[in-house]
T-cell receptor, first 114, second 115 residues
Framework: DGGITQSPKYLFRKEGQNVTLSCEQN?????MYWYRQDPGQGLRLIYY???????QKGDIAEGYSVSREKKESFPLTVTSAQKNPTAFYLC?????????????FGQGTRLTVV | KNQVEQSPQSLIILEGKNCTLQ??????????LRWYKQDTGRGPVSLTI?????NTKSNGRYTATLDADTKQSSLHITASQLSDSASYIC??????????????FGTGTKLQVIP
């Protein structure tokens, strides 16, 4: 079945460590996105990619990095520079440009810094 | 600044009752508005999407309305079920450059349906 998969579902990280969240989709979507969700706030865009080997910063990119080497994959690295990394991270994909189409979301990764 | 405000923040209703969730936005230039349902600890799932010319759209027991003049949308849930307990997020897109749209998420309304 087609879909978008995030792994792992739960992730614990020690302060000062980098950690990479996985996002894979087999929907043949060109565009992929990473959002962060905190209690009482709307989803905030971290990075997005409209095409392979290209990505753009979103509203809160500081302390994060991404790569888009394959159409199907858009991993997010949370670096030690991210001051408050504990959050629920959501990956999404859509047909190019997210015009009048919907975005499909993964099930999320809950990252906790200990 | 593009903003999407939802009300109420939370709502508790009895199973079988109807309810209406509100969404006000100041996003410009408007492209489309979507309602998503998000179960706790899971990703959002799309319920409806409406463009400027559409003022109502249904998906089963969910009916969304859009008033582009007043920049308001509502999501009406009919004959609520326990499985409707979730957060409902209003998402508004604005036209951007290069085919990419600027998307603004509301903070959501947390609905709890009780027996």
């Amino acid at each position: 079945d087609g879909g978008i998969t995030q792994s792992p579902k739960y992730l614990f990280r020690k302060e000062g460590q980098n950690v990479t969240l996985s996002c894979e989709q087999n929907l043949n979507h060109d565009a992929m996105y990473w959002y962060r969700q905190d209690p009482g706030q709307g989803l905030r865009l971290i990075y997005y990619s409209q095409i392979v080997n290209d990505f753009q910063k979103g509203d809160i990119a500081e302390g994060y990095s991404v790569s888009r080497e394959k159409k199907e994959s858009f991993p997010l690295t949370v670096t030690s520079a991210q001051k408050n990394p504990t959050a629920f991270y959501l990956c999404a994909s859509s047909i190019f440009g997210e015009m009048n189409t919907e975005a499909f979301f993964g099930q999320g990764t809950r990252l906790t810094v200990v | 600044k593009n903003q999407v405000e939802q009300s109420p923040q939370s709502l508790i209703i009895l199973e079988g009752k109807n309810c209406t969730l509100q969404c006000n936005y100041t996003v410009s230039p408007f492209s489309n508005l979507r309602w998503y349902k998000q179960d706790t600890g899971r990703g959002p799932v799309s319920l409806t999407i409406m463009t400027f010319s559409e003022n109502t759209k249904s998906n089963g027991r969910y009916t969304a309305t859009l008033d582009a003049d007043t920049k308001q949308s509502s999501l009406h849930i009919t004959a609520s079920q326990l499985s409707d307990s979730a957060s409902y997020i209003c998402v508004v897109s604005a036209h951007g450059s290069g085919g990419y749209q600027k998307v603004t998420f509301g903070t959501g309304t947390k609905l709890q349906v009780i027996p």
